[in-house]
């Protein structure tokens, strides 16, 4: 915005230079050294806007956002940008003068492109760690906060079903997922650590979410595996895709895991200064009172020692 600023304010003056000379020359006044003068005046001014704003020393840094998954980020009633995850990524940028952002909606496909290209320097939808975007993006080294993930189930093997293990004890038949997806991830560290209370977890590179709460409806599985804010979203809430089911389907919380933005690989400088950021917000209680605010409670309490997911 500032760079925009600058830039019209040499275009008048370049503008009022050229029309300057031109009605010199019209009308026959004026002398070469007045035309010279009006000349250096307007290289002078020119200059001069350029270097203050390199002298600010300010960035500008666009963040892309995927906005429609309340309570972690959307637009409010008045249009403003806002959620658990923006309010985070908000208030660590305002701990770093040196960098002004601009955020910018999107869809979660443009988001991952965008980053990869440049087009954005970083940008967050509630993401987790996984080996792929590690190789693709920076990663920040602290968390922004956490998202829930747990076990959807049928309402009436609710009593039965109240953990792993015990949907394991059941039958552990859980709706395929795709190896690329984390939740995918969860699961095998959930096999690994308990060869005891395996899941039958399968793979699957891609199917319709409506098929999945049907496969579970119809007894085809037993258990999906799904976020919090995905049950909150589309079932419970009046509205929601699958709202329709609320009472024949139930949602367990497994654990909490944590979420990062993230940055283009050329901008470990940036990722740097947010670690740094971040790591002030947590010590001085800014990211548990947004969690408190958006959540009704302090999320990290579901966080296990696997959750880091690496």
Known sequence: M????????????VALGVVGTLAFSAVGCGNA?????TQNSVEQSSAEAENSGSDTGVTTVKIARVFTSPPYNYNDENGKQTGFETEVVRAAFELLPQYEVEFIDTTDEDLLTGIQTGK???GF?????TAERAETFIIPEQDSGVTTVGLLIRSEDADEITSFETFSQFSG?????????AQYTVVDLWNQNNPDYPIDLQPAESFDTTEAITWLLEGRYDGHIVTGHYYQKNI????????????QLSFFIYEAIP??????SENQEIADAYDEAIAQLKEDGTIE???LEFFGEDLYQYVSELSSLH
């Open 2 to 13: 500032k760079n925009l600023f600058r830039k019209n304010i040499i275009n008048k003056l």
């Open 33 to 37: 050294e007045q035309q010279t003068n």
């Open 120 to 122: 954005y320097d970083l």
């Open 125 to 129: 939808k509630t993401a987790w760690w």
């Open 173 to 181: 038949k859980l709706v395929p997922l795709a190896p690329s997806n």
């Open 236 to 247: 419970v809430e009046e509205g929601g895709a699958y709202h329709q089911f609320a009472d």
């Open 259 to 264: 979420t990062y933005p993230l940055f283009n």
């Open 289 to 291: 009172a947004l969690e």
